[in-house]
């Protein structure tokens, strides 16, 4: 019999006044009961319109019946056929646009909590399951990857499983990308990105930290090495400013900087070097999900009154309404309908106060999104002694503007063609937000793994002829 | 793993290590500079790249013992290995055409500023080398800097050499009896390197600066390292690290250095407290 309760089983969660001071992970994550509970929910329909909500093609309510079943490796083997990333996904994955937002149950209800059970499913799996054996046969060929984020580790990955010999060259100390420097300890728990890391190297992909592609080593010199196709996955991480004045004051950061700070450089905890100010009040300036982790970071690390400055009003929020709720529910304040219009400094070139002017929404512009309009003269200070800045990120020039024959749109986008992630040069595909701009993790990966299929199908086919 | 080949100590506080490096030593070019940490509590810092050996695959640092990082740095010898090492970032110096240069350096900057005067004078251009120290007893590569210019004039601030006086006051005196640079590239302090912008402004002398600021990953990522120039938003990891010295917003550059100078200074403090117990334990 499926359970009709028309709402999710709930998931336990730290309380929001004992976790806004640590950064132990928000969400707890269901127990056994709690998952068979939520399991028996999905009503295994026929035509399966959540899959088609995923951007990796998830087989959700096979898993789903093997979780009710009470076949948890059963259930992760499924995952992983299409997923090489369930413990990240479940966690980070908007679901609630995605595969959720397709489901029959929430017609009437809520509807399943997919990426709660494929959470449970990965962690069960970390905790109980049997280590992965993997006999492919090599098949002789090298493909390099460039970038060890999401799209990158997904095409690796999936490389890797036909065969295929991989070089993974990542510009950083640490493989993972944004999994690591940009999203929270306490939304993704970074020993549980390391594992997913480290089951790939179990597979023989190799991962080269510490070399920045482009400067190093070019995509020419790749193909001199041997490899017989690259991929691109660099990433969007160049960050944006507002080009108001006061941004080159002492406190004011790009939240790229202030969460790699804490996330990679973990300047959180007492034993590691990195440097952070630790400020009282805090405006950060944005609306996304990164703007969240931003805020809650803040918080995190002690400050008093952390702002959330946005132009538009709620509803047009980027940010998943999860996270717009952890954040309201840990003390952020939301400055809703505002701009900043400069920042304020001592003599010392310290940030003291960010002025704003209040927004009314107007007509709907290109983005279907009504257009914020100033109130003049409505301008008001907020005093602050830190502001960071995350209002979005570009892709990295490095790799495009030292390799002939790669094609950029006019946003430094790489160009790919949308069914095989091919570039305009030959033997180099990309994807992820290096090709969309930012975006998320999920739709990162799947971009890697349609990179994948069509390098497996161009080196199958160039020595077939 | 990275391990040092060489470690030779320039004087009280200055150090040059080779790191093999070959990646980065078949690519680097002057003006370049690299990222390291010295182990997994470390920190990420800049240092431009003084010398490379593309045949024996060696990259050469020369650092200043002035924090936690470099003192950590400098525990290490000949043999050891520092944990990450990352380049060649940044642009390389654009020196081609220029036919007649002054290049000046103060203190640790001269470490950075003799490989541009070597590349010029490899190059065929007349060269002039200007070397501020404070005083005798701290001067390096002294006989380096003689090979590669004209003409080498070494000033200290306390006269304790026999010409006492700041870079400034030697780059004026050579302008003034008549030398027609082309080109200043000026390497050291930020208040040094203003203080020759300054000068070179009124001489309409164009002047290349190196900024060193604080930085995390190099590579566009973080935009800590960014800077005034122009009146424009750059980064001097991608952008830089040099720059037209006429266009640089200095009084915010010199105020960002300090963004984490109390931290710093007790770190360090810290840091040299543990060494003097390891010291009296050993």
Same mark, same amino acid.
């Given at each position: 019999?499926?359970?009709?309760?028309?709402?999710?089983?709930?998931?336990?969660? &730290?309380e929001?006044n004992?976790?806004?001071?640590?950064?132990?992970e928000?969400?707890l994550?269901?127990?056994d009961?709690?998952?068979?509970?939520?399991?028996?929910?999905?009503?295994?329909? $026929?035509?399966?319109p959540?899959?088609?909500?995923?951007?990796?093609?998830?087989r959700?309510?096979?898993f789903? &019946?093997?979780?009710?079943?009470?076949?948890?490796?059963?259930?992760?083997?499924?995952?992983?056929?299409t997923?090489?990333?369930?413990a990240?996904?479940?966690?980070?994955?908007?679901?609630?646009? &995605?595969?959720?937002q397709?489901c029959?149950r929430?017609?009437?209800?809520?509807?399943?909590?997919?990426?709660?059970l494929e959470?449970?499913?990965?962690?069960?799996?970390m905790?109980?399951?049997?280590?992965?054996?993997?006999?492919?046969?090599p098949?002789?060929h090298?493909?390099?990857?460039i970038?060890?984020?999401?799209?990158g580790?997904?095409?690796?990955?999936?490389?890797?499983a036909?065969?295929?010999?991989?070089?993974?060259y990542?510009?950083?100390?640490?493989?993972g990308?944004?999994?690591?420097?940009?999203?929270? &300890?306490?939304?993704?728990?970074?020993?549980i990105?390391?594992?997913?890391?480290? +089951?790939?190297k179990?597979?023989?992909?190799?991962?080269?930290?510490?070399?920045?592609?482009?400067?190093?080593?070019s995509?020419?010199?790749?193909f001199?090495?041997g490899?017989?196709?690259?991929?691109i996955?660099?990433?969007?991480?160049?960050?944006?400013?507002?080009n108001?004045?006061g941004?080159?004051?002492i406190?004011?950061?790009?939240?790229?900087?202030?969460?790699?700070r804490v996330?990679?450089?973990?300047?959180?905890?007492?034993?590691?070097?990195?440097?952070?100010?630790?400020?009282?009040?805090?405006?950060v300036v944005?609306?996304?999900?990164v703007?969240?982790?931003?805020?809650?970071?803040?918080?995190?690390?002690?400050?008093?009154?952390?702002?959330?400055i946005y132009?538009?009003?709620?509803?047009?929020?980027?940010?998943?309404?999860?996270?717009?709720?952890?954040? $309201?529910?840990?003390g952020?304040?939301f400055?809703?309908?505002?701009?900043p219009?400069?920042?304020?400094?001592?003599?010392?070139?310290r940030? $003291?106060?960010?002025?704003?002017?209040e927004?009314?929404?107007?007509?709907?512009?290109?983005?279907?999104r009504?257009?914020?309009?100033?109130?003049?003269g409505?301008?008001?200070e907020?005093?602050?002694d830190?502001?960071?800045? +995350?209002i979005?990120?570009?892709?990295n020039?490095?790799?495009?503007?030292?390799?002939?024959?790669?094609e950029?749109?006019?946003?430094?986008?790489?160009?790919?063609?949308d069914?095989?992630?091919?570039t305009?040069?030959?033997?180099?595909y990309?994807?992820?937000?290096?090709?969309?701009g930012?975006a998320?993790?999920i739709l990162?990966?799947?971009?890697?793994?349609?990179?994948?299929r069509?390098?497996?199908e161009?080196?199958?086919?160039?020595?077939?002829? | 793993?990275?391990?040092?080949?060489?470690?030779?100590i320039? /004087?009280?506080? !200055?150090?040059? !290590?080779?790191?093999e490096?070959?990646?980065?030593?078949?690519?680097?070019k002057?003006?370049q500079f690299?990222?390291?940490?010295? /182990?997994?509590?470390g920190e990420?810092?800049?240092?431009?790249v003084?010398?490379?050996?593309?045949?024996?695959?060696? %990259?050469?640092?020369?650092?200043?013992?002035?924090g936690?990082?470099?003192?950590?740095?400098?525990?290490?010898?000949?043999g050891?290995?520092?944990l990450?090492?990352?380049?060649p970032?940044g642009?390389a110096t654009e020196?081609?055409g220029?036919?007649?240069v002054a290049?000046?350096?103060?203190?640790?900057?001269?470490?950075?500023?003799?490989?541009?005067?070597?590349?010029?004078?490899?190059?065929g251009?007349?060269v002039?080398?200007?070397?501020?120290?404070?005083?005798?007893?701290?001067?390096?590569l002294?006989?380096e800097?003689?090979?590669?210019?004209?003409?080498?004039?070494?000033t200290?601030?306390?006269?304790? /050499?026999?010409n006492?006086?700041? %870079?400034?006051?030697?780059?004026?005196?050579?302008?003034?009896?008549?030398?027609?640079y082309?080109?200043?590239i000026a390497i050291?302090?930020?208040?040094?390197?203003r203080?020759?912008?300054n000068?070179t402004?009124?001489?309409?002398?164009?002047?290349?600066?190196?900024?060193?600021?604080?930085?995390?990953d190099?590579?566009?990522?973080?935009?800590?390292?960014r800077?005034?120039v122009?009146?424009?938003?750059?980064?001097?990891?991608?952008?830089g690290p040099?720059?037209?010295?006429?266009?640089?917003?200095?009084?915010?550059?010199?105020k960002?250095s300090?963004?984490y100078?109390?931290?710093?200074?007790?770190?360090?403090?810290e840091?040299?407290?543990?060494?003097?117990?390891?010291?009296?334990?050993?």
């Amino acid at each position: 019999m499926p359970n009709m309760s028309p709402v999710k089983t709930p998931m336990p969660e &730290q309380e929001p006044n004992v976790r806004n001071k640590n950064f132990e992970e928000v969400a707890l994550g269901y127990t056994d009961e709690m998952a068979a509970e939520e399991a028996k929910r999905c009503l295994n329909c $026929k035509n399966k319109p959540c899959v088609s909500g995923c951007p990796v093609g998830v087989r959700i309510p096979e898993f789903i &019946q093997r979780v009710a079943e009470g076949d948890m490796e059963g259930a992760y083997q499924i995952i992983k056929t299409t997923n090489s990333l369930p413990a990240v996904c479940g966690r980070v994955c908007p679901q609630e646009s &995605q595969c959720e937002q397709k489901c029959v149950r929430g017609i009437k209800g809520e509807p399943v909590g997919i990426g709660r059970l494929e959470r449970y499913v990965a962690d069960w799996h970390m905790k109980h399951g049997a280590p992965e054996k993997f006999d492919v046969k090599p098949n002789g060929h090298k493909v390099a990857v460039i970038g060890a984020g999401p799209a990158g580790l997904t095409c690796a990955g999936d490389l890797a499983a036909m065969g295929y010999s991989v070089t993974v060259y990542e510009a950083l100390h640490t493989a993972g990308g944004v999994l690591m420097y940009g999203i929270p &300890q306490f939304r993704l728990p970074k020993e549980i990105v390391q594992k997913e890391i480290d +089951a790939l190297k179990e597979k023989g992909v190799k991962i080269e930290t510490d070399m920045v592609m482009g400067k190093v080593l070019s995509v020419d010199e790749l193909f001199e090495m041997g490899f017989e196709a690259v991929f691109i996955g660099t990433g969007a991480g160049l960050p944006n400013f507002m080009n108001i004045p006061g941004e080159g004051l002492i406190g004011t950061y790009s939240a790229n900087e202030f969460l790699t700070r804490v996330n990679l450089m973990k300047a959180y905890l007492d034993e590691y070097d990195t440097p952070i100010i630790r400020p009282k009040n805090v405006a950060v300036v944005g609306g996304g999900n990164v703007a969240m982790d931003a805020a809650r970071t803040a918080k995190r690390l002690g400050a008093e009154n952390v702002y959330i400055i946005y132009r538009r009003a709620e509803e047009q929020m980027p940010a998943r309404k999860e996270e717009i709720h952890h954040a $309201k529910e840990e003390g952020i304040i939301f400055k809703l309908l505002c701009n900043p219009v400069a920042i304020h400094g001592d003599d010392d070139g310290r940030v $003291k106060a960010i002025e704003c002017v209040e927004m009314e929404l107007g007509e709907p512009d290109a983005s279907g999104r009504r257009r914020p309009i100033a109130k003049e003269g409505s301008n008001f200070e907020i005093p602050v002694d830190s502001v960071v800045m +995350a209002i979005g990120n570009s892709p990295n020039p490095l790799i495009r503007s030292t390799t002939e024959g790669l094609e950029a749109n006019s946003h430094g986008c790489i160009v790919v063609d949308d069914a095989t992630m091919a570039t305009t040069r030959e033997g180099v595909y990309a994807a992820g937000d290096a090709v969309s701009g930012a975006a998320t993790v999920i739709l990162a990966m799947g971009g890697g793994k349609e990179a994948a299929r069509s390098i497996d199908e161009y080196i199958q086919s160039k020595h077939s002829k | 793993m990275f391990k040092i080949v060489e470690k030779r100590i320039l /004087n009280d506080s !200055m150090t040059l !290590m080779a790191v093999e490096a070959p990646y980065i030593a078949k690519k680097a070019k002057a003006g370049q500079f690299i990222i390291l940490r010295v /182990n997994e509590f470390g920190e990420r810092i800049p240092l431009t790249v003084a010398d490379y050996d593309r045949e024996k695959g060696t %990259v050469t640092i020369i650092y200043q013992k002035v924090g936690k990082t470099t003192l950590m740095l400098d525990q290490l010898n000949e043999g050891d290995a520092i944990l990450d090492f990352i380049g060649p970032l940044g642009k390389a110096t654009e020196l081609e055409g220029y036919k007649n240069v002054a290049v000046v350096g103060g203190g640790a900057g001269c470490a950075i500023a003799y490989p541009q005067a070597k590349a010029l004078h490899g190059m065929g251009a007349k060269v002039d080398m200007i070397a501020g120290f404070r005083s005798k007893d701290i001067i390096i590569l002294e006989e380096e800097m003689k090979a590669v210019s004209d003409r080498l004039i070494i000033t200290t601030d306390d006269g304790s /050499n026999g010409n006492k006086g700041f %870079v400034t006051d030697a780059l004026r005196k050579c302008i003034e009896e008549g030398a027609k640079y082309d080109l200043v590239i000026a390497i050291g302090p930020l208040v040094m390197m203003r203080a020759i912008c300054n000068l070179t402004k009124e001489y309409n002398i164009k002047t290349l600066i190196s900024m060193n600021p604080i930085m995390i990953d190099g590579t566009g990522m973080c935009g800590g390292c960014r800077l005034t120039v122009g009146g424009k938003t750059k980064f001097a990891c991608v952008d830089g690290p040099d720059f037209d010295g006429h266009e640089v917003d200095f009084d915010e550059a010199i105020k960002r250095s300090k963004t984490y100078f109390d931290l710093e200074k007790e770190a360090t403090r810290e840091y040299n407290c543990r060494l003097m117990e390891g010291a009296k334990n050993a």
